[in-house]
């Protein structure tokens, strides 16, 4: 396997780490009160996830060294030798790193004995599997020592297994009590998350075509995947649940369409980041309308001289007129909201690499309400304007008048 591979499958398996991790808690949320025999029905589902990251992981590693002494053995230029040497050394650390990381996350869903039981059987049939790899590349000493390892391994299976099945014949009246009360449960909660997903399918259907519908439907899809990955957990724990009680029939949901539907919605998602990218852009880039002309202004013709007239009292401040106090309340709504997602965005920076997928979204979020606020800011700019032409336009023309009259007496006198 070429460098990039072996990067590839630590950010692939770190990633879904990460995902188990930061998963919406269903899952977790029916651990915290359950009874033993929920946990380790749940847990069973959760253990036979990370089993097969683990043999994967753990075969990776195998794989590494298989490669690594076949190079060696096929003869290495003494001068690339430490180059290879370090290279080889990086790819084993960074699989080493990933299968460090699924067993801790094995580890802790242990909590039971039953699970217990369980992740030594998951841990051996891992290790085996990588044994039976390095077979290939041992010498007569090694191969020795690591016949005897796959044997032990395999008693470590068969052992497990009997604690399981124990479990199983002494609990099965409980288990499928219990299962069969809490499938309903399940099912309950999967209506709610759909009823969601589909307001918000709604809400995509309604949306037009400018930058901050664009922004909005980025931010609307991002919430869809969070729901979807909380109904794809709510739908294994029922299919779970289905078995555990013995219930007739398949299982309720089908967990392949549910991959795939997660797929497409994040190839979605992806789409509508580039596509409000690129309103922005364009928004920025529209040409400014050109401001008319002023037409030339005649010049004022002489009046007949008139009578002064009384003062009239200096008029009142004009108040804002309710368009003006609109866009003031507008604006400042919009300031809030930016302010809002900016401090989320300050608390999921904390986290980055967990929060990823987030933080990319309210970011877009962000820009696209800036630039809302910019067209705001600029109408109110121009509302004001014009309530304070309305009021000025009267005052030249009396002054005029009252110029023209002392300038009558000045030449009278």
């Known amino acids: 396997m070429r460098f990039s591979e072996y990067v590839k499958i630590k950010n692939e398996a770190v990633d879904e780490i990460s995902a188990i991790n930061e998963s919406n808690s269903a899952t977790e949320g029916v651990l915290n009160e359950a009874s033993d025999i929920l946990k380790n029905i749940f847990g069973f589902m959760r253990l036979k996830s990370m089993r097969a990251k683990l043999v994967k992981a753990m075969a990776d590693e195998g794989a590494a060294d298989l490669d ?208 409000a990218k690129r309103e922005e852009d364009a928004s920025k880039e529209e040409p400014k309308e050109e401001e008319p002309k002023e037409e030339p202004k005649e010049e004022p013709k002489e009046e007949p001289a008139e009578e002064p007239k009384e003062e009239e009292p200096a008029e009142e401040p004009k108040e804002e007129s309710e368009e003006v106090k609109k866009q003031k309340e507008s604006i400042e709504s919009k300031k809030k909201e930016i302010d809002d997602l900016k401090q989320a965005l300050e608390d999921l920076g904390k986290d980055p690499k967990k929060n990823k997928d987030k933080i990319s979204t309210i970011e877009a979020a962000v820009r696209g309400k800036e630039n809302l606020l910019k067209k705001e800011e600029d109408k109110l700019a121009e509302l004001t304007s014009k309530d304070n032409n309305s009021v000025a336009s009267k005052l030249p023309k009396k002054f005029m008048k009252f110029e023209e009259y002392i300038a009558h007496k000045q030449i009278n006198k």
């Open 68 to 275: 690594f002494e076949r190079k060696k053995r096929a003869g290495i230029d003494p001068k690339k030798r430490e180059v290879l040497d370090a290279a080889n050394k990086q790819k084993k650390d960074q699989l080493s790193e990933v299968t460090s990381a699924i067993n801790d996350k094995i580890d802790n869903i242990a909590t039971t004995d039953y699970l217990k039981s369980l992740a030594k059987r998951v841990k051996a049939e891992a290790k085996m599997e990588k044994a039976k790899l390095l077979l290939k590349i041992a010498n007569e000493t090694e191969a020795k020592e690591l016949s005897l390892k796959i044997k032990k391994y395999k008693e470590g299976i068969l052992n497990a297994d009997k604690e399981l099945a124990e479990y199983q014949k002494t609990n099965a009246a409980k288990i499928k009590e219990e299962s069969g009360k809490e499938l309903e449960s399940v099912k309950k909660d999967i209506s709610k998350v759909d009823k969601e997903i589909g307001k918000i399918n709604d809400q995509l259907d309604s949306l037009g075509e400018d930058v901050e519908t664009a922004n909005k439907k980025v931010e609307l899809l991002a919430n869809k995947i969070e729901l979807t990955k909380k109904l794809a957990e709510l739908k294994s724990m029922a299919n779970a649940l289905h078995s555990a009680s013995d219930a007739e029939g398949d299982p309720p949901y089908d967990d392949e369409s549910q991959a795939e539907e997660l797929e497409n919605l994040v190839k979605k998602l992806e789409d509508a980041k580039e596509s």
